[in-house]
C-alpha cells in the first residue's frame, strides 16, 4: 500500500465477477466492504454491478480511505492483462494454507489481483490466475472465503490499519456504541 | 464437537439475527453456509429467515455433516438463556485479536453462542453477550466477520474438517474443478 496506510507490499486489487442483478445486490456491496476494511486498495466491479459503487464510496467517504472503486468495461479482459499475479479464490482450488505464503512473498514486490466469483465463473478466470485457491472446498462465500484470504495474506495487520480522511471513527467497547468525530 | 468432527472443544452455535425478508435471502445463507463450512455445529434462524433452512439443510445433504439447522420461535430470549457463553460480533466491540484467546479457552469446556446480526441489533443482544467482538471497527459484512471469527477461534484447523455422510467431495486442483463421490 503506497500511500495512507500501513500495510506491506505492493497494491492489492479485489475484481468481484458474476454479479447478478438483483439477487447479488448485497452480496455485491459487502465483498466491495469487506475489501476495504480487510486492507485491500481497489475494487473492480462489472459494469451490471456499477450501482454498488456508490454504496462502497459512501463508506469510504466516511470511515476512510484509501479506497478506490472502478468499473471495467470487459473485467475478464483487465484480469488477463493484470500487471501482477492474479489469484482466483474457488472452491475447487489448492488450499489457502498451503499457498498463502509464496503468494504473500509475492505481494511484496508485485500488486495482486483477488478474484472472487459469484454463480458462474468463465473458465478464462481459472486460465488467467496464476493460483486457484480454496478457503476450504466446501461451498459456502464469496465474502467469507474473501475475508478469510485477506486475513491471512496480511497476517491480522489488516485489522489495525488507520484509514485516512475520515469523517468518523469507532472506539471499540466492551458493551454499546461509541462513535467520535475523526 | 462430539461427532463427526475433528475439532477441539465444545459445540458452537451461529444465531443470525436481523433478517430483513426479500433484502437478506442471500446474505443469510451465506452465513449459514460459512458457519458450516468453517466448523460451527449449527445455526439459528429468525422465524422470518426461516425459508433459508432448506438452502443450507440441501447443502449439508450433499457435502456432509453433521450442521444442525433450527428456527427458534425467539431468538432473542434463546440467546438469554444459553447454557455457555456468548459472543455478538459487532463493529463496536472490542478487537478480536484481544479476545479470541479468552474465548477459545473457554470454548474447550462450555458451549459457544455466536451471535450475527445485519442492520439494526436490539440492545438486549449487547446485554446478553458475555463479549462485543470487532472484526475491525470498521463497516463490512456480517458474513466476513463471522468467518474471520470462526478462522481464529479454531486456528486454521477447521479448514481441515472432515464431514461425514457426503455424497459428494471436491478434490483441491490447481486448475479447474474435480468432484467426487464420497
Redesign the interface.
Known amino acids: 500500500m503506497s500511500d495512507g496506510g500501513s500495510l506491506p507490499g505492493e497494491r492489492v486489487v479485489v475484481c468481484r465477477i458474476g454479479h447478478r442483478p438483483g439477487?447479488?445486490e448485497?452480496?455485491t456491496t459487502?465483498?466491495g466492504?469487506?475489501a476495504?476494511?480487510?486492507g485491500a486498495d481497489a475494487l473492480w466491479l462489472e459494469p451490471a454491478a456499477a450501482g454498488r459503487r456508490a454504496t462502497v464510496e459512501d463508506?469510504t467517504d466516511r470511515?476512510g480511505g484509501p479506497f478506490e472503486v472502478s468499473v471495467p468495461d470487459d473485467p475478464i479482459r483487465r484480469i488477463g492483462r493484470f500487471d501482477g499475479r492474479v489469484v482466483h479464490l474457488t472452491?475447487?482450488?489448492?488450499?489457502?494454507?498451503d499457498v498463502v505464503p509464496d503468494i504473500r512473498s509475492g505481494q511484496r514486490e508485485r500488486p495482486l489481483l483477488v478474484v472472487v466469483g459469484g454463480g458462474k465463473v468463465p473458465r478464462q478466470v481459472?486460465?488467467h490466475?496464476d493460483?486457484?485457491v480454496?478457503?476450504?472446498?466446501?461451498?459456502?462465500?464469496e465474502?467469507?472465503?474473501?475475508?478469510?484470504f485477506l486475513?491471512?495474506l496480511f497476517e491480522?495487520r489488516?485489522?489495525d490499519?488507520r484509514?485516512a480522511d475520515a469523517d468518523r471513527?469507532?472506539?471499540?467497547?466492551?458493551?454499546?456504541?461509541?462513535?467520535v468525530d475523526a
Not at 91 to 96: K, L
Not at 143 to 148: H, N, R, Y
Not at 169 to 179: L, N, S
Open positions: 439477487r447479488d448485497r452480496t459487502h465483498v466492504l469487506t476495504r476494511a480487510l463508506i470511515f472452491m475447487y482450488g489448492e488450499p489457502v494454507a481459472y486460465d490466475a493460483h486457484n480454496a478457503v476450504t472446498s466446501q461451498p459456502h462465500s465474502i467469507a472465503a474473501l475475508a478469510v486475513d491471512r491480522g489488516e485489522l490499519r484509514f471513527r469507532v472506539i471499540p467497547q466492551e458493551a454499546g456504541k461509541r462513535v
